[in-house]
C-alpha cells in the first residue's frame, strides 16, 4: 500500500486551510469518510493509505499547487 509521507499530510493541511475548508467538505473533495479525513490530517507520522485516498490526496495537492 502507498505511504504518505509527513511532507504530503503538511500539503494536504495547507489545502484545507487555503480553501477553508472543515473535515467534512476535505472528505467530500476527497472522496472519503469524515473519520478517514481527521486520520490523515492527524499527526506527521507516515501512514500507509489504501490507492483511492493516496490518489485522491494527490490529486488535491496538485490542484492546488
Not at 499527526?43 to 485522491?56: C, G, H, L, M, S
Request: charged letters at 30%; one cysteine or more; hydrophobic letters at 40%.
Amino acid at each position: 500500500m502507498p505511504l504518505l509521507t509527513p511532507e504530503m499530510k503538511k500539503a494536504l493541511r495547507r489545502v484545507q486551510a487555503d480553501k477553508l475548508m472543515t473535515k467534512k467538505e476535505l472528505a467530500k473533495a476527497l472522496g472519503v469518510t469524515e473519520k478517514t479525513a481527521q486520520s490523515l490530517t492527524r499527526d506527521n507520522e507516515p501512514q500507509e493509505v489504501k490507492n483511492k485516498v493516496f490518489n485522491a490526496v494527490v490529486s488535491a495537492i496538485a490542484e492546488n499547487c
